[in-house]
């Protein structure tokens, strides 16, 4: 038989499969956001999802492997993010300009903000309480991509292209700056008096964090 051929019955269980996992990461992701790792039992977890305890754990077998997990792809996606501006700086013509790259490095962190939010919390609790589970991948997987950043604006600077600045302190700043449109929604919504932050709220951002960075670096602000 030729192995290029599709089985159903194989072909619907990993669909399932798949389902199922991710069932129990979105679930995840909502616990671990509104309790932390110690507040979140994988019972609650199982019970959120539909699932037995023990069906959960034949997917994840310990709630550490299912947090690390939740990380695991938190990080992926604010590190495909993060990495649009060395990959911006590689592009030919006018998307690899300074103010181009910088421009789009702070509208994908903040779409990171808008769409992905109890993600976001997920990791900024973990930061917040010491990184005691996650902190070697953290060190390991944002250490290289942050030296390759900063690599950027370096050669930025040493073309005359931007001001000289202090580019790791400013891409701390911009993480601050647009994360905090996730991490601390709650105190903006009270302050705002709205039931949850909008897409104009995050136009706006994007234009004053923008103009920000590029002041900062000596380029002339964004258009409206």
Known sequence: M???VSHPRS????ARRDQLESTILLEAVRLFAERGYDGTAIA??????????????YYFPTKQALY?????DVLDDWLARMASLADGDADT???????AVLRAYVRAKLRFSREQPLASRVYALEVIGG????GEQIRRRVVPLLRADIAVFERWIAQGRIAPVNATHLLFAVWAMTQSYADFAAQMQLVLDRPQLGGDDFDQAERL????????????????
């Not at 609650?44 to 754990?57: H, W």
């Not at 690390?68 to 695991?72: I, K, N, Q, W």
């Not at 990184?131 to 996650?134: G, R």
């Not at 964090?209 to 409206?224: E, F, K, R």
Request: no cysteine; net charge negative.
């Open 11 to 14: 072909t619907r269980r990993e």
């Open 131 to 134: 990184a005691k589970i996650y």
């Open 68 to 72: 690390t997990r939740v990380l695991d």
């Open 2 to 4: 030729d192995s290029a």
């Open 93 to 99: 013509g006018a998307a690899s300009e300074p103010g």
């Open 44 to 57: 609650d977890v199982a019970d959120g999802a539909g699932l037995s305890k023990q069906n959960l754990m």
């Open 209 to 224: 964090i923008t103009n920000m960075v590029l002041a900062a670096v000596g380029l002339a602000p964004a258009s409206s």
